[in-house]
């Protein structure tokens, strides 16, 4: 354990004060949990706290700044890249006491809640009273709202909706000293100061800690319908995506699955799909129950070029919740293709989707690693899992090699090394690839005006 | 004339070389027209200079700090908050000479542009090619894609699509000193480091000077409809809103126009609406045919309610542009109402439009000013326009004060004070009721990141 994750018998105290009974765990058996995060990379935490108040958060913050001692904020820690783990020591701030729906408003069409509450859980809330928050990560079961805004997350409705960054109005954060600051507020437009609400979101928890969001909500949309649709091979299926876009579509969310996906998936679950199916495509769009039907003849005109071996339409939530199941079960399925896997989540310009993904397949034939290939392709945003055997060096190796391979090979196509999760500890090796000193000298400059002292999450993200 | 507005003869010279010809102007007649814009504020320019490359912009850039000579970027100066008017001396920049569409790539959906492309001029160039880039301020016509950046411009499609923000995926800036820093890229997603994208728009020209600017491109929808509806008040008119977002309809446009607005057009215009008419709706919806067709029966039926006494459904374009041509009328109807105006773009939560509405007419009433009320109301953003006399000092006193109770009852609704128009001088003097020293002392320090000197567009905004 290296010496910047000890506190000293006096810090402890300080800490246990600030949060009396559970809500502070000290021992490497209590804060074990706290070290990791589904990057399944660990680092011990020299404590871990629960605040249920903005107060609570006003106080650790300002303790942490006098004694310069690392704060890792914590969601429920799905983050794939290492946000949450401890390398330099310090503090993990658990959200999960601060869980709190506080509003939500069907005429101002906003939710204001605490940065703790599951996604899934708010927007199961807000349907109920016919509004829509659009942001879906897959992760939506379990993920929170305040960690989907450090991240600012992705997922599949991002085609039509727009990310996280794009339904967030307004935040309040702890800065390290213990300052509140708010930004933003409760309109849908406003052009008051600089935007520093976009500029905390997707920070990576860098900044500050979050105590409260405000969300924008839409109108529920009336109706959803999915076609479902495979070709044989990754190639026409990005032809035939490129065709839905020059249709003049706009779907919900525009999915695609390669081969080993798709059989990675068929592992696990009976498929309706053809065995030897290449690539599919799962296409969503939403709106009136007329522009549904009309926007699903459209789809299955504009699939048709590319030669489809296989088309599913579904028009009923059950018909619609089954084929998206399938989707939904590439991540177990990915945990049973081989014990260790490689995830990245590279994006590229839309038009740069075909030769990315022959280059992919290229270099996983290349290092003889299993690529399953997925992922947002009507944002351009391909996931790459990479599975392997980290027992087997030379395995790990090659895993390894593909993936810097792979990363660059997105870089050259004009694209970005993640479209959605984010730097964090993953890729900050490559960051150099992508941003020059100059750009990350800024990132660094503006990070100070928030956290001088360097105490907000160290080491990652840029 | 103020001495910082003055340059010595050395510093012309250099200037001179580095803008040979016509590209630089120096004397009091010739630098006239770059002393104001639409705020018709007025402060006179030390020179003013028309780069046409990246590379003379990082020459003056790099000029200027080291002689902390202030610089003013300049679009077409269409901004109506003074951001364009050099109150503290120093250079005007204009952007018209970067005014290249670089690229259009239909396959990426994406447009690469100089920031002096007029951004009227670059939709129709985009439609040609079935593209469809969504912003479109009022003065779409004449403002550009920098200015437009800049301010963070709205217009009547942010409902559904969103502000400018939310289609810039990557700017090119020089900073004050010559550094040239790119942000985001070209991919639709992107969350590698903090986002400078989305804090450079909206900036006001506070931070760097637009080299260049990658926008996000959407599928042009194939077909749009118009449904306008009168009722006998604006309350009525706001409750009609209402209902349409209750329906499930995400509209693309949601125009509100009052009854002193109306007048105003019917005063230079044939206008199709009763005369005795006391609001209207102008709703837009786009999509596929089919869906169009059926958003418009449903907001046929969603406008119902409120009981309106006119409506008209427009369903082709020249009927639609003949609808929209009236609410384009506004502001050049406005000019005529009165000899001068105060022109402000107050946004609220949507729920608190009602009594926003009911407050603005009660303010009007006991200073008995004429206020022309209209907007985009789907946002919540209403545009108030006080018609006064300048010239009677009784008269402006009441203007004056009645806009300032005006901002403060929108920010007692939880509003702010610009949803679209900016800061700039205008709404300096009120910031302090929006915004706490805490808040704004943040802001300076982030400006400080990229303009040390203070030299970038100074004493405006915040």
Redesign the interface.
């Known amino acids: 354990m290296k010496s910047s994750t000890l506190l000293n018998e006096s810090q402890k105290r300080a800490l246990a004060s600030i949060f009396p009974g559970d809500a502070a765990v000290f021992t490497p058996e209590e804060t074990f949990v706290y070290g990791t995060d589904a990057s399944r990379r660990f680092a011990p935490p020299a404590a871990a706290v629960r605040p249920d108040s903005c107060e609570q958060v006003k106080e650790l913050l300002a303790f942490a700044q006098a004694e310069r001692i690392p704060i890792l904020p914590r969601g429920r820690a799905t983050n794939t890249v290492g946000d949450c783990v401890p390398v330099a020591g310090g503090i993990v701030v658990s959200t999960a006491r601060l869980n709190r729906i506080l509003e939500i ?6 939710a204001v809640v605490e940065p703790g509450v599951v996604t899934g859980d708010l927007q199961a809330a807000i349907a109920a009273q ?1 509004l829509f928050y659009a942001p879906d990560p897959a992760s939506v079961k379990f993920s929170t709202v305040g960690g989907n805004a450090a ?2 997350a ?1 997922g599949m409705r ?1 085609v039509k909706y ?2 996280t ?2 339904h967030i109005l307004g935040i309040e954060a702890v800065l390290p000293g213990g ?1 509140v ?3 933003g ?12 609400t ?2 905390f ?3 990576e928890g ?2 500050g800690l979050f105590t409260k969001l405000t969300l924008k909500l ?5 109706a959803t319908a999915t076609l479902a649709v495979a070709y044989p091979s990754i190639d026409a299926a990005l032809a035939a995506a ?1 065709d839905v ?6 779907p919900v969310a525009l999915e695609m699955l390669g081969q080993e996906a798709m059989k990675a998936v068929a592992a696990i679950s009976a498929v309706p799909w053809p065995a030897d199916a290449g690539a599919a495509l799962f296409v969503r769009v939403d ?5 549904v ?3 699903v003849a ?1 789809l299955e005109r504009a699939t048709a070029d590319a030669g489809p071996v296989w088309t599913e339409r579904a028009v009923t939530p059950e018909a619609e919740e089954n084929l998206w199941e399938l989707r939904r079960l590439l991540n177990p399925a990915s945990f049973k293709a081989a014990p260790d896997k490689i995830s990245d989540d590279v ?6 989707l075909r030769e990315a993904a022959a280059g992919i397949k290229a270099i996983g034939e290349e290092e003889r690693v299993r690529i399953l290939l997925f992922g ?1 392709v009507g ?3 391909l996931h790459v899992n990479i599975m392997h055997d980290a027992a087997d060096a030379d395995e790990r190796a090659r895993a390894q090699s593909a993936r810097e391979r792979i990363l660059m090979l997105c870089l050259a196509l ?10 964090g500890l993953s ?1 900050l090796p490559f ?1 150099d690839r ?2 020059d000193e ?3 000298e ?2 660094r ?3 100070a ?2 956290d001088p002292a360097g105490i907000m999450n160290p080491q990652k ?2």
């Open positions: 408003d069907p005429d101002d069409f906003v016919k991240t600012c992705g991002a727009g990310v960054r794009d300052q600051l708010t930004t507020g409760r309109t849908h437009k406003n052009v008051v100061g600089l935007d520093l976009r500029l979101v997707g920070s860098t900044l839409l109108p529920l949309p009336q490129g876009f020059r249709a003049g579509i706009l709106g009136s129950p007329e522009a039907a009309a926007d459209l994006t590229v310009p839309r038009g740069a947002h944002d351009g945003n004009r694209g970005t090394l993640s479209g959605e999760h984010g730097v890729k960051l992508q941003l100059g750009q990350r800024i990132l400059r503006v990070k005006v928030f993200a840029y």
